[in-house]
């Protein structure tokens, strides 16, 4: 810049031309969001959330994935963040992509039901509960437990639009056991 220029003039007492710096931006992509709410057990998925961040890593696939937890682990990834856990996770499912959970077992899974009410498509595995809720590949892209038909590519470029109801609203039965107006 003239600043630097005039600077240099200055101290070195020789005569310089101003040339800035090149500017050269790479084309940017579209930042893949993930986000899960989880215990980093083995029966919670972990090795598949690795697999998962190792393959879109392989893929080039820019992402950042938001994990919280109360058991850290060693980050396997640049593009990982653990939080610690909180009470209301609603201001961050709603910017995400995508919820992931990729359990071996599930009851229920209140974090797959939290994102689908708020309209966030879901990364799951195949269990029967998800069934029972209802949950299609209209709004969630079902692994198989093996993760042999993970396809980061289709993932990246094939958001699903949410249009989930659940299949069975309970507030209406808790607050009347819970005798709550």
Request: charged share 30%; with cysteine.
């Amino acid at each position: 810049s003239d600043v630097a220029k005039e600077c240099f003039e200055k101290v070195q007492e020789q005569e310089v031309f101003t040339l800035y710096n090149p500017v050269a931006i790479d084309k940017p992509q579209k930042l893949l969001k993930l986000i899960s709410a989880t215990r980093l057990t083995q029966e919670k998925g972990y090795e598949r959330m690795v697999q998962l961040s190792e393959e879109l890593e392989r893929k080039k696939i820019p992402y950042i994935w938001l994990i919280f937890t109360d058991r850290p682990t060693e980050p396997v990834s640049k593009n990982i963040i653990f939080m610690k856990p909180r009470y209301n996770m609603s201001d961050y499912m709603v910017n995400a992509d995508y919820g992931v959970q990729l359990s071996s077992k599930e009851s229920y899974c209140l974090f797959v039901q939290e994102c689908l009410k708020l309209k966030v498509p879901v990364i799951i595995t195949d269990l029967p509960v998800y069934k029972e809720l209802g949950i299609t590949k209209k709004e969630a892209h079902i692994l198989k437990l093996d993760m042999s038909n993970l396809d980061v590519e289709k993932i990246y470029n094939k958001i699903p639009k949410v249009n989930y109801t659940v299949p069975v609203d309970s507030d209406s039965e808790y607050k009347e056991l819970l005798e709550v107006e």
